[in-house]
């Protein structure tokens, strides 16, 4: 029998005898002995990679926590960081905001006391237009009425003592027109309201009192007589007129 022939019949033969035939079995494993850790050895180095395993797994839990914690304080730093910036931006802004709110408030306010003395120069100017116009219209209509009715056109200026007419003392000017014994009492106003006509009819009666006639008359011209004052001056017989060119008779 060759070798290779011995070789495959031991390695056919040799698993049931070393199972069957304790002596061979140990006689086999004396010899191969020191081909592999024994039993102790075996479980003492089991018990060292697990106690290794144990240390890196403490290691990493370790470094982990470290992490976790030094993640924690730069998220807190961050977050400190990011709130500095907040709060000095919201301060800028609310700063500037002001600093707007109080130009803005400034350009308004010169805005409107601009706006007032416009308005202030306007009604002067309106006003002086006003008596301007009202005294070149009551000329005007005099010298009409004295060129083509023959009658005479008298300014009256009384003074009022007793507070008749505007409730205290004060001068009292009236037009009136004197024809062939008749008396007219006139207004000449730029424009004249619902106060205006009851003041007119007032300075007529103290007229009236005041010279002991009675006036035949009472008329008002104004290009611009309120909706209400017409219907006061119908009620109380005032006859208005919106233009001089409108009275043609007497």
């Known amino acids: 029998m060759n070798t290779e022939t ?26 191969t002995r020191p081909e592999y850790a024994g039993r102790a050895e075996t479980q003492d180095r089991f018990y060292d990679i697990l106690a290794e395993l144990r240390r890196d797994r403490e ?16 998220w807190d730093e961050q977050k400190q960081e990011d709130k500095r910036k907040w709060d000095e931006h919201k301060q800028e802004s609310d700063r500037k905001w002001e600093e707007s709110r109080r130009e803005f408030q400034q350009v308004h306010e010169e805005i409107m006391a601009q706006a007032k003395k416009f308005d202030r120069s ?69 424009s ?21 006639r009675t006036a035949n008359r009472l008329i008002v011209i ?15 017989g005032i006859e208005t007129y919106g233009d001089s060119v409108e009275v043609n008779a007497l």
């Open 192 to 212: 004249i309201d619902k106060a205006g006509m009851y003041i007119f009819e007032r300075k007529a009666r103290f007229y009236e009192r005041r010279h002991g």
């Open 6 to 31: 011995l070789k495959e019949t031991i390695k056919r033969e040799l698993p049931g005898l070393v199972r069957d035939d304790p002596a061979l079995r140990a006689f086999i494993l004396d010899i």
């Open 59 to 74: 290691e990493q839990a370790r470094k982990w926590d470290e992490q976790k914690r030094e993640d924690q304080r730069k």
């Open 222 to 236: 104004s290009p611009m007589i309120d909706a209400r004052a017409a219907k006061v001056a119908e009620r109380l």
């Open 122 to 190: 306007i009604g002067a100017l309106g006003a002086r237009w006003g008596m301007q116009s009202e005294k070149a219209f009551r000329d005007a209509l005099a010298g009409i009425l004295e060129e083509n009715f023959g009658v005479q056109v008298i300014n009256v200026n009384d003074y009022d003592d007793a507070g008749e007419v505007f409730g205290r003392p004060d001068q009292v000017e009236l037009d009136v027109i004197i024809q062939n014994g008749l008396l007219l009492i006139c207004e000449l106003k730029s």
